[in-house]
């Protein structure tokens, strides 16, 4: 099982700064086979990013992925409100699928 | 536009067997394209895959729940379904069913959620 670890746990950012979020796997992550979800409370996930740094439809340019391997990032390039949430990143390479135990976004 | 809706019990007596429909419009359960999943989340906590089935009745699971998950499809109705059987209060949590591709576009729709509590 390929385990995630995502930093920091938490990150505390105004509207307007950059974010860094990041997702280390525990071993090479297939064909880079990794998304990047947000969480609003109350709300479903909702995908972001797939294969590592393709945009999923709908999604605003200033979330961008990158990495491969086994070190991935997520950079939200200037936050507005609607932003702040708890994202997640997952790898789909190989089974069994699994979670970060997610970063959680809050304003400043 | 592609929906899923979750449906069943909200509350299920341990040791008895969870049981949750996922209703899909919008698309079909027989696209060779797509895998039908369930994703479970604890109260306040992280998401858990638990598996998916694909049209043929191919199903792939998670280890950590293999002995007691099935998962189904019904193509006459367009649905798909979730069984967990001997079931705690470590089951508690809200139950999602999502769409994944076999070419890699991961989990890009999702119904709402539906919680699910295990208590006497």
């Known amino acids: 099982e390929i385990f995630l670890t995502q930093s920091p746990g938490t990150l505390s950012l105004s509207p307007g700064e950059r974010a860094t979020l990041s997702c280390r796997a525990s071993?090479?992550?297939?064909?880079?086979?990794l998304a990047w979800y947000q969480q609003q409370p109350g709300q479903a996930p909702r995908l972001l990013i797939y294969?590592?740094?393709t945009r999923a439809t709908g999604i605003p340019g200033r979330f961008s992925g990158s990495g491969s391997g086994t070190d991935f990032t997520l950079t939200i390039s200037r936050l507005e409100p609607e932003d702040f949430a708890v994202f997640y990143c997952?790898?789909?390479?190989?089974?069994?699928?699994?979670f970060g135990q997610g970063t959680r976004l809050e304003i400043k | 536009q592609v929906q899923l809706q979750e449906s069943g019990p909200g509350l299920v007596k341990p040791s008895e067997t969870l049981s949750l429909t996922c209703t899909v419009s919008?698309?079909?359960?027989?696209?060779?394209?797509?895998?039908w999943s369930w994703i479970r989340q604890p109260p306040g906590k992280g998401l858990e895959w638990i598996g998916y089935?694909?049209?043929?009745?191919?199903?792939n699971y998670n280890p950590s729940l293999k002995s007691r998950v099935t998962i189904s499809v019904d193509t006459s109705k367009n649905e798909f379904f979730l069984r967990l059987n001997s079931v705690t209060a470590a089951d508690t949590a809200v139950y999602y069913c999502?769409?994944?591709?076999?070419?890699?576009?991961?989990?890009?729709?999702w119904g709402q959620g539906t919680l699910v509590t295990v208590s006497s």
């Open positions: 999502a769409r994944d591709s076999w070419y890699g576009t991961a989990l890009d729709y």
């Open positions: 919008g698309d079909s359960v027989t696209s060779g394209t797509y895998y």
């Open positions: 089935v694909y049209h043929s009745g191919n199903t």
């Open positions: 071993q090479s992550v297939t064909s880079d086979y």
């Open positions: 294969g590592a740094s």
């Open positions: 997952q790898q789909y390479g190989t089974s069994p699928y699994t």
